[in-house]
Nanobody, 121 residues
Framework: QVQLVESGGGLVKPGGSLRLSCVAS????????MAWYRQGPGKEREWVAI???????SLADSVKGRFTISRDKAKNTVSLQMNSLKSEDTAVYYC???????????????WGQGTLVTVSS
């Protein structure tokens, strides 16, 4: 019922920037955390960033100082601003949201379809 639509991926040169967005839609009563994960070629999926309902954020050490996560609660949107991109940032980036469809239902993990970010010269 809850759907996530990601956008913003593409090809960028090293040192460049991209902004990823993820919009949650459907029957949504409440959203808890919103997060970003990524999976590079030949690698396991790894956590990148998370933002809580209170607006507290946390970033993986590999992206700290370069990436910023933010959310617009009114629009059910989470964004990932990526600056100073490196080749090792190349990956499929996935949005992850904890959402409840009704007040009497628990939060469920919902995943986006993924958007490809390629950092190459």
């Amino acid at each position: 019922q809850v759907q996530l639509v990601e956008s913003g991926g593409g090809l960028v040169k090293p040192g460049g920037s991209l902004r990823l967005s993820c919009v949650a839609s459907g029957r949504i009563y409440s959203i808890n955390t919103m997060a970003w994960y990524r999976q590079g070629p030949g690698k396991e999926r790894e956590w990148v960033a998370i933002i809580t309902s209170d607006g507290r954020t946390s970033l993986a050490d590999s992206v700290k100082g370069r990436f910023t996560i933010s959310r617009d609660k009114a629009k059910n949107t989470v964004s990932l601003q990526m600056n100073s991109l490196k080749s090792e940032d190349t990956a499929v980036y996935y949005c992850n949201v904890g959402a409840a469809e009704r007040s009497d239902l628990p939060y469920l993990e919902v995943w986006g379809q993924g958007t490809l970010v390629t950092v190459s010269s």
